[in-house]
């Protein structure tokens, strides 16, 4: 029995998110078959541990699953393994053998998100499941002005959809950037944290994206951080230009080895 | 009535290729059905007319169609008119007013077309409906060598799908060229020719890629010009990696504009 760490990227278009549900095809719920049949169907059966969820139509270019496998295989022959049975609408990238006490989730130290807006008038056919569409002009500068104001330690209260189970709405992001794509004339926003709130990220790339088309101060997200109402957010960007792009876990980060305050446990 | 010119973009993913069928997604049905919409219902029907066909799975950037519309409307009117009534894996990019004698096939004096390979060892996710995929190591030298030998006139019956119905194989390509996009991990061919064949584009793609791999000697093209076979040339690269980039017609390349001698009259 040997536990093993793996890293995989998904297209989120055909899934009903990441966790399994009756009669829906789920992230979880593929992993899960390929896993068991890879083991020929052990009872009790393969349980596989993701590092969170992902919604509805929300990609992942590095999500983090574990499971403990009982038959001896090494990293490279599980890697090509359940590559060889996953759909074509999922890839494993890395399979590393983990000592076994690791654990996918509460094991998170941080994640990285991406957020790709369209800017192109109408929607483009070819990325209409793989970004969100903005078609008001603009001003990058602007949103580069107001994303500073997300990073460090807050209260995201106006920035968690309702439905969300946290005990507190206080996360600390570590990094926050953006930039114009101008070739693929896209936005790109990408934030790196302790932890996510249930749809924060798509919250904060709406609030920056109507700061750079003129809809909101550039001051604006102070003054959301001190009303704690989500309804000021307004927007909820959609599920289409998220990213899950990479989960941090105790030692892959040099930067931030001792702010690990909200370990999602 | 005014004769509309209309360039279009498509995903190709979810039609059953351009030419209309019954009871199929296909190109040519939906922008009739949206024509006729916009229209109310003329009888008799306006007709569309393409440049020509692309098979199922096939992309376009630049396709183009022409029809008689019975109602006054602006060339912008008839752009944001027919996108607001599109679904969304098609667009329209530009319409224009044109002669009464104008004819989006029969006046094609050449067309553009793309192929695109993922060289990834696993199918990627995010691109399997996007690229073709070749897993195998390319030498990129080797198709640069080769390629060349595309250009000019020539017999292309080693290039050609059984079920062609044209009544010559006698083609010009006037520009095949390639490269390797090292950030998408990518081999991208681009040929401009007066004329392609059934399966034409993706059965040169399918030589090149093994030249590439070193399964074909570097001046195998000349060999197959020369066998008239199409058995020779093995395969038919993936329609996921196809894109027709552009239709041109008379005036519209100052390069080229007495080498016509194919009209697809």
Redesign the interface.
Known sequence: MARFKVVL???GTNFAGFQRQPHQRTVEGVLTNVINKMAKHPNPAIIVYGSGRTDAGV?ALGQVIHFDFPFKISEIGMLKGI?SMLP?????SQVIIVDDDFHARYDVSGKRYLYRFDLSE?????K?F?TGHWRFPVDINRIKQAIPSLVGEHDFSSFVASGSTAKTNVRTIYEATCYLDRKQNEVVLEFYGNGFLYNMVRIMAGVLIEIGSNRRDVNDIERLFKVKNRNQARLTAPASGLYLKRVYYEGDDPDHPTKLPVKQR
């Open positions: 990227a998904y297209d990609h590559n074509l609408d999922m890839e494993v109408f929607i483009n056919p070819f209409r793989y």
